[in-house]
Structure formats: C-alpha cells, structure tokens
C-alpha cells in the first residue's frame, strides 16, 4: 500500500534571555520584559490555534486497518452503518444477481466493545429470492436499515430489515414494491422517515416519501416529479427547516450531462414535497452529495447549509464543490469553491464521499475512488464553514471495479470494494489527525 503522508514538524520556541536589571536601564528592562510576554503569548496563540485548526496545518494521515474478503458479486454496491463498530454492506451475488444484505463487526478486538478497524468480522447474512440492480441502502436507526433496489421488472423494490444486537441474526419486516426506475438514491429523514430519489423509466426525476408506521410498515407519502436527467442521481438531507426537512438532489442532466443541484423541503408528515431553490454547475459524469455542516455570522445570523458535491468531471478528474443552502423558506444554492485532484476511472465507476470526525475540526471528507490506473484511492479534504476546500493526503490499495464507502466510527471508515478478481473485498481505514 502506498501512502502520500505529511507530517507536522514541529520546532520549540526561542528562549527569551533573563534581562540584567540596573537603576539606569530600568525602563529598557521594562520594555524588554513586556516585549518577551507578548512574543510567548504570540507563540502560544499560534500554537494553539494550529491546534485546534487542524486545516491549516499538515500531518493528517489515512493508514490502512484491517480487511476481510469475500465471495463473488457483480457491479452495485451499497453501505450503511448501523451503530458503532456495526455495518451492512448490500451487494449482488456474482452467480445469480440476487441481493445480499451482510452484517460486519468493525472493532479493535473482534468483539464489538473496542473503537477500531484492526478487525473486521462477518456476523449474519440474508438473500431474498430474485435478481436485483441499482442497489442502495439506509439506516434508520433502532438496528433498522431499508434496502432499495431495482428487481426484475425493472420496478423499485424496498425492503425494511431488523439486526440483532450483534448482527448475527437479520429479519424482515416489511416489503413495498413501487413503479419503474432506473436509478436509485436513498436519504434519512428521521428515524420513521426517508427518501427515494429515482430516475423514472421516462428519465424524470422523482422524489418519494416514506413513513415507517409502527416501527415495522413501509409507507408511502408524498411524491413530487421534475423534469428528465441523465444516468446519475444522489440525495442528502440537510436536517431540520422549520415544520419539515431540508433535501438537496444532485443529478446529471439529459441535456449536455451538466451537474444540477435542487433543494427540497419535505412536511413532517411526509406528505408535502416542494421544490425550492437550484444551481447549474458544468459538465460531469459522475456525483456524489452530503451535508458537510453549517455556516453562520456572528449573531447566529445568515444561516446556511453546506453541502458538498464530488463529481468526475468533463476532463475525467476528480472534483469537490462546495455549494451553500440557505436555511429560509427559499432555500437559495450558491456555489463557493471547489478543488481538484487527478484522473479516476472511467464514466461507469463509482465515487463515494464520507464524513468523518476529527477532535476540532467536524467537516473533513473522504473520497473514495477508483483512480486513472484502475487502483482504490481514498483521499482526505477539508471544507471550512465559508465553503472553502482543501486537499490533504491520499492513500492507495490494490486493483477495484466497484465500490462503496461509510464511516464505521468517529475518525474510522470502511470501503467496499469489488476487486479486480470480481470479489468483495472490506478494508478499514484510520483518519489520523
């Protein structure tokens, strides 16, 4: 494995000499004395504040942790965590396309009671009958997750699932299966509410809500269609906007490929969607969207939420744009900035963006992608509360054709991978900092 590491150097501060006291040269002495308290309450200051800002100092790392392979699956994939040190990835079988839904334990000791990605252990497994595509998949917390999948009539199938504490046993709950689709996105709402964002089979984008009624029916809500996209749709929620949710899409569009962000918002109940604000940005063939914070003056004033979109843009590289929401009832997108990194693969692949957690610094991500000679590369990236990026370290593994990525922990994340071979491979990572 190959690592682009940079460390902190670190040099102690000058010493300041004791001045020599005499009657004659008592005000120089003063002086000094007050010049040498300001240079250490300088030095400290500094210090402190490459502290506790962490992006404006070098010395981030990702280091790899433990892995786990597995059997044969084909192209789509989807993670999710479910609590602390317990994960699910959604995958399809490499011999019959079918979904498999499989629990993992990412821990420091096998057994769940540790922070850490040193072991990955596969805990239960289920296969409901009948091939799938276009895979996705939700926590909804209370060891709950929902499944989202194209089935073989092309129409969208949504299944709610319960895990055991310890993830050894998974049971169904409830079932719902809706029109045609052909491409899926999933978003939490609250713990009993969630999204759909699809591309229909007339390639118009559709939002859809729904409720879980009882802590184990799916239910459908309200719906809203907009116009028609291309082959790429991701959707987060920015949380809570007055009576309802906040929602930002971004798509591809049918017409010149152009990445097109729109912002919703959702009633508590689920049966109101409106559409508010939007922003075109350029040309792109791959995104990936989430919430990255919050921004506002002093005075808690000029509110907005930060979202951030990773895209394969025209060129084939990777990049980051950052955009602000505002938090009123017109829900306003502007874009701030965006930063750049090299070549991934090709229209096809698959990026992931994940947020992690540092000790001061809540809004760094990590992209995970399959670079331009067709190698894992996750790469770290600061976004500050004003929308600007930057680029930290990167980290390598081996050959990949699909992936999916989420963080397991505070500052740990796991990436799913289907390998050169066509296999599903699980690789733990440390966020250093």
Sequence with gaps: MLNDKTRIKESNPSTIADAVISPRNIALNLAISRLAKTVFCGVFLLALTLLIHPATAAGQQLDRQGDHDAGSIYYGMATATVHQGLMVTAVRLGTTGELRLIAWEVSGNGLGTAAGGEE?????????????????VVNMGNHRVVTAARNEDGNLQLILWQLSQDGLQIEKLDEYVAGGVTEISLALLTTSQFVTAVRLANNKLKLIVWKILDGHLIDRRG?????????????????????????????????????????????NDGLTVERRGSAVGEAISQVAIVHSGQYAEPGFTNVQDVVVTAVRDGDGNLKLISWWVSKDANQTISRKSDSSDGQIGGIFSKLALTRVGTPFHTDRLITSVRDGDGNLKLTAWDVLSDGQITRQQSA??????????????????????????GNLKLIAWKHSF
């Design 223 to 267: 719906e809203y269609t907009a116009g028609a996209i291309g082959s790429k749709v991701s959707v987060v929620s920015t949380g809570a906007l007055g009576n309802g949710s906040g929602l930002v899409t971004a798509v591809r569009l049918k017409s010149g490929g152009l990445l097109k962000l729109i912002s919703w918002w959702i009633s």
């Design 120 to 136: 990955i252990v596969r805990k239960g497994h289920v296969t409901p009958p009948g091939p799938v595509t276009n895979v996705a």
């Design 396 to 421: 390598f593994a081996g050959g990949i054709t699909d992936l999916a990525a989420n963080r397991v922990w505070f500052n740990y994340l796991v990436t799913a991978v289907r390998t050169a071979s």
